[in-house]
C-alpha cells in the first residue's frame, strides 16, 4: 500500500512536502510517481522517479518548482513543492510501481494554495 502525508494550505509562494510511504509493494526496478487531479480536471502526472537511477521527470508546469526525491531505506519518496501557485491546488497521488502489471495509487492529499 501507498500512504500520502504533507499536504495542507498554503499561501501563494509557500512550500509543502509531499511523502509517500510503500509497503508491501515490490518497487525496486521501477519508478514511482505523483499525479494531481485539480476539482472539476482530469487526473494529470505530476512527475516520476526511477528507483534504480533516480532520474526524475516532471510536468512543464512544475519543472523548477517541483522536486522528487527517493529514500530507499524507508522505501518513501517525497514531492518538494516550492514557489506554489493557486493553479497548483489539487489533490495529490503517489502511485507504482509505474511499469509493473499492477499500480497501487495512493489515498491522495489535498494541497490548497490561495492567492
Known amino acids: 500500500q501507498l500512504v500520502e502525508s504533507g499536504g495542507g494550505s498554503v499561501q501563494a509562494g509557500g512550500s509543502l512536502r509531499l511523502s509517500c510511504a510503500a509497503s508491501?509493494?515490490?518497487?525496486?526496478?521501477?519508478?514511482m510517481g505523483w499525479f494531481r487531479r485539480a476539482p472539476g480536471k482530469e487526473r494529470e502526472f505530476v512527475g516520476s522517479i526511477s528507483w534504480t537511477t533516480g532520474n526524475t521527470y516532471y510536468l512543464d508546469s512544475v519543472k523548477g518548482r517541483f522536486t522528487i526525491s527517493r529514500d530507499s531505506a524507508k522505501n518513501t519518496v517525497y514531492l518538494q513543492m516550492n514557489s506554489l501557485k493557486p493553479e497548483d491546488t489539487a489533490d495529490y497521488y503517489c502511485?507504482?510501481?509505474?511499469?509493473?502489471?499492477?499500480?497501487?495509487w495512493g489515498q491522495g492529499t489535498q494541497v490548497t494554495v490561495s492567492a
Open positions: 508491501g509493494l515490490i518497487i525496486s526496478d521501477y519508478s
Open positions: 502511485a507504482g510501481p509505474l511499469g509493473s502489471s499492477e499500480i497501487t
